[in-house]
Each structure stands twice: as C-alpha cells, then as structure tokens.
C-alpha cells in the first residue's frame, strides 16, 4: 500500500541525506617565491585558483605557508 494511505511505500521506503564530499587531490605544488615544492590536499577548484593567482599567494591566503 501507498505511504500516504497508511502503508510502507510501493518504492521507496526509506529517505537518506546525500553527502557531498570535496573534489581532493595529492599535488606537489613548485612555489618560486621559496624555491622548493609544496606537498598539499587541494580541490580541483583550489588548483584553478592556484593557476589564476599564483601558488605562493593563493597558499599564504589559505594559511598553508606562513609568512
């Protein structure tokens, strides 16, 4: 029988959230400002912003490199 009429459902008898997860990515990132690679978990859209504004700008904005 149909929810609405009192039963379990004819399809679904279960409602479950959907989890978005981030797009994450290993990256070795070169940052010439420090002359040496950078090891970080970074989203696809991160790596976008990365190309735009540079990896030293983008990474000291996000607090990964002091300075």
Known sequence: MAKKKGGVGRHVTKNVRREFHPNLHEHRVWVPELKKFVRIRVTARGLKT????????????AGVIAG
């Open 50 to 61: 990365i190309n735009k504004n540079g990896a030293y700008r983008a990474l000291k904005k």
